[in-house]
């Protein structure tokens, strides 16, 4: 039986990992910081030694995108000697090793989505050592998958939970109007991650549901989905004010996934709306 070990397994990804493969003949070892911790290398290598897993999939990471910006050292240990230390077992013990990362490596200036060879421009501490994880995986690793993807939900805290709670006590919300990305179903990407992982079309792919759209319209559809009457005022980011930068236009073009497989992600709206009558 093929074994899955998934760290951060607490998470979106991980919870909708753990649903994609609860049917088929795999043993999924789940993984959280309280049972094993990556930015140890030798807690990491007698893990992976001990359990010798086929697969790695990591989905453990630092998100909190403004925290990031004051506690750098943290945020590389977890975005990037993390991924460098699995990638080493990896290699080690002839497992393939899955590494999720983000359209935030990227300098949201472009005029068109990105495709996997555009070059990196993060903005951000998170963009930043998002990408030296990847680089630690490129190093690293032997058999890989960079699974780049954006604006996820799942199971957990997220945007749509967000809006939803909002509009119970709200008229109207402030959500910011000048970024543009995909919102991305937590489903769609466990799919798109079971249709590789038993190839060995090794390298980066973009994971994104297909569209795109701003914040706040993102936020007009769920409310639409939901029946709410929730009104939604367009902000910039200049008056939302975070601290870490966010990229502007961070749409991903799935161009790896196109042309070597035939796996498509589902439209953004068409797969928020499976998740909401999920959670209504």
Known sequence: MKKL???????????????????GQTQIINTDVAQLDITNLEAVMNFVRAEKPD??????AMTAVDLCETEYEKAFQINALGP???????????????????????????????????????????????????????????????????????????FVGTMLRLAESNEKVRVVGDQIGTPTSAEELA??????????NYGIFHGTCEGACSWAEFAETIFKKAGKTTAVEYISTEEFGAPAKRPAYSVLDNQMLRMTTDFKMMDWQDALSIYMKEIL
Not at 17 to 23: F, M
Not at 86 to 94: D, H, V, Y
């Open 5 to 23: 070990l998934i760290t951060g397994c607490s998470g979106q990804l991980g919870h909708a990992l753990n649903r994609e493969y609860e049917s």
């Open 55 to 60: 697969v790695i999939m990591n989905c453990g």
């Open 84 to 158: 460098r230390n699995l990638s080493i077992a990896a290699r080690e013990t002839g497992a393939k090793i899955f590494q999720i990362s983000t359209d935030y490596i990227f300098s949201g200036e472009s005029d068109r989505p990105y495709i996997e060879t555009d070059a990196p421009g993060p903005q951000s501490v998170y963009g930043s050592t998002k990408l030296a994880g990847e680089q630690y995986v490129r190093d690293f690793a032997g058999r890989y998958f960079i699974i780049r993807t954006a604006w996820m939900y799942g199971e957990g805290k997220n």
């Open 191 to 200: 799919k798109m991650i079971h249709v590789l992982e038993p190839t060995e």
